[in-house]
């Protein structure tokens, strides 16, 4: 569930009206998601790829210490998840 919410919420991250909300709630799921869990490892990579290529397209002037909070976590579950 925790992973589908992660892609949900990416593909809705350059709403930038609510961008802020969907960086908190990115930020607390991948906290809690293990990307090891056999239920959902095959399909971690590509979700985490494709957020990733998203969160790429957030322009510079919305990029808030939030941003870089979730883009380091997610570098990090990409280098774990490998």
Not at 7 to 32: F, K, M, P, T, Y
Not at 40 to 57: D, G, R, S, Y
């Amino acid at each position: 569930i925790v992973l589908c919410l992660v892609q949900q919420l990416g593909s809705d991250v350059l709403n930038l009206e609510h961008l802020a909300l969907h960086l908190h709630w990115l930020r607390e799921s991948l906290l809690v998601m293990n990307p090891k869990d056999q239920a959902i490892a095959p399909f971690v990579q590509n979700v985490m790829h494709e957020l990733k290529a998203t969160l790429a397209q957030v322009p510079d002037h919305a990029r808030d210490s939030q941003y870089t909070l979730v883009h380091h976590i997610l570098n990090s579950m990409l280098s774990f998840a490998a």
